[in-house]
T-cell receptor, first 115, second 112 residues
Framework: DAMVIQNPRYQVTQFGKPVTLSCSQT?????MYWYQQKSSQAPKLLFH???????NEADTPDNFQSRRPNTSFCFLDIRSPGLGDAAMYLC??????????????FGPGTRLTVT | KQEVTQIPAALSVPEGENLVLNCSFT??????LQWFRQDPGKGLTSLLL?????REQTSGRLNASLDKSSGRSTLYIAASQPGDSATYLC???????????FGPGTRLSVLP
């Protein structure tokens, strides 16, 4: 089945220790998104890739970076995690087509704990 | 700046009841609206997508409507079941960018 995969599902890191979260997709979608969701809050968009073009939200901290080496993979790098970065990180994809249907498909998420 | 709200924040109903969840958005210049379901500690599952030119979409026991001019969407769930218990989120994509803006969600509990 075509899907969005996130690894690992649970990640524990130490305060200040860099961490990378991974997302892959078999949907061949050209747009990939990273969201941060804290407990009982709405998902908040951090950034997205439209093909190879990176689009950063204005209020995304510099501590968060992303890489997309190819269509299938996208990574979220947190350079120096703080306690406030503990959250669920959600990856999503969508396809930009001629008829412009932008339905988003989400992965299961990675829950990040910062100790 | 687009803002999305959802009412009620939480809802508890007995099994078998029909129910309506509400979503409101401040900027009516939207491209589409999507309803999601989220189980505790899990990712989001897409339920229905309504394009700005559409009035409603149906899938099984779910029906979503869109009134773009008034900035509202409703999700109607017929004959609710305990398995419907989850948080329901709506998200709008505006005409200006690629991003979606989410509402805070409605936490639904269906009691057996």
């Amino acid at each position: 089945d075509a899907m969005v995969i996130q690894n690992p599902r649970y990640q524990v890191t130490q305060f200040g220790k860099p961490v990378t979260l991974s997302c892959s997709q078999t949907l061949n979608h050209n747009v990939m998104y990273w969201y941060q969701q804290k407990s009982s809050q709405a998902p908040k968009l951090l950034f997205h890739y439209y093909d190879k073009d990176f689009n950063n939200e204005a209020d995304t901290p510099d501590n968060f970076q992303s890489r997309r080496p190819n269509t299938s993979f996208c990574f979220l790098d947190i350079r120096s995690p703080g306690l406030g970065d503990a959250a669920m990180y959600l990856c999503a994809t969508s396809r930009d087509t001629m008829d412009r249907v932008f339905e988003q498909y989400f992965g299961p998420g990675t829950r990040l704990t910062v100790t | 700046k687009q803002e999305v709200t959802q009412i009620p924040a939480a809802l508890s109903v007995p099994e078998g009841e029909n129910l309506v969840l509400n979503c409101s958005f401040t900027d009516s210049a939207i491209y589409n609206l999507q309803w999601f379901r989220q189980d505790p500690g899990k990712g989001l599952t897409s339920l229905l997508l309504i394009q700005s030119s559409q009035r409603e979409q149906t899938s099984g026991r779910l029906n979503a409507s869109l009134d773009k001019s008034s900035g509202r969407s409703t999700l109607y769930i017929a004959a609710s079941q305990p398995g419907d218990s989850a948080t329901y989120l709506c998200a709008v994509r505006d005409n200006y960018g690629q991003n979606f803006v989410f509402g805070p969600g409605t936490r639904l509990s269906v009691l057996p």
